[in-house]
């Protein structure tokens, strides 16, 4: 019923350390592989919407953390060979801490990092008195308006400002890339 207190933890002996590191060895590559495979099955699509940043940073962190795990897997599995001493298995859990963090520490920030900006929609729209091109919007009121977008060079279809355009009077809307005057500009009508 008592136990004795002068019997040596078969772990805490150099005979348990291959053991030990045997055990650590083959979990390390089980989690490896299971983050590996989520991180597959996921893909990539929920990376793409953030900021080219985040996207460099949780591209590091991955490499680095999967670097990490490997590097605690060839540690536990050359401690789980004869002759090795409990500081390597020690080293591996280190190494693999150390990784599974760098890992979560990418999965969340490309959880709670904010996405880019979306790029604006321009809209080039004709109507009785000819082209106009920038940021559209419907108004309750039966008018089209078209704000100028900043980041577009000023040329005779830009908006210069604040335009109100009546929706009977608009013959074609078209989105655009870049606010470009066509080659022939169509004919108001009088």
Not at 41 to 48: C, E, N, S
Not at 64 to 84: E, K, P, Q
Not at 127 to 151: A, K, Q
Request: glycine content about 10%; proline content about 9%; charged content about 10%.
């Amino acid at each position: 019923m008592t136990e004795n207190p002068s019997a040596p933890d078969p772990m805490s002996t150099p005979e348990g350390v291959p053991t030990q590191a045997s055990a650590w060895r083959n979990g390390l590559t089980a989690v490896t592989a299971l983050l590996a495979a989520a991180l597959i099955v996921r893909g990539p699509g929920d990376l793409a919407d953030l900021h080219v940043a985040v996207q460099v940073l949780v591209a590091a962190l991955l490499v680095a953390g999967f670097a990490l795990l490997v590097r605690a897997i060839l540690v536990a599995a050359a401690a789980a060979t004869a002759g090795s001493v409990a500081g390597e298995v020690a080293g591996a859990r280190r190494f693999a801490v150390a990784g599974v963090a760098l890992v979560g520490f990418a999965v969340l920030g490309g959880w709670l990092a904010p996405a880019a900006p979306a790029s604006a929609e321009l809209i080039q729209l004709t109507y009785d008195h000819g082209i106009i091109c920038g940021l559209v919007s419907l108004e309750p009121d039966g008018y089209v308006t078209v704000l100028p977008d900043p980041g577009q060079p000023e040329n005779r279809i830009t908006a210069k400002a604040r335009t109100l355009v009546p929706i009977s009077s608009i013959h074609g809307m078209t989105e655009v890339g870049v606010c470009e005057p066509p080659a022939t500009l169509p004919t108001p009508a009088p």
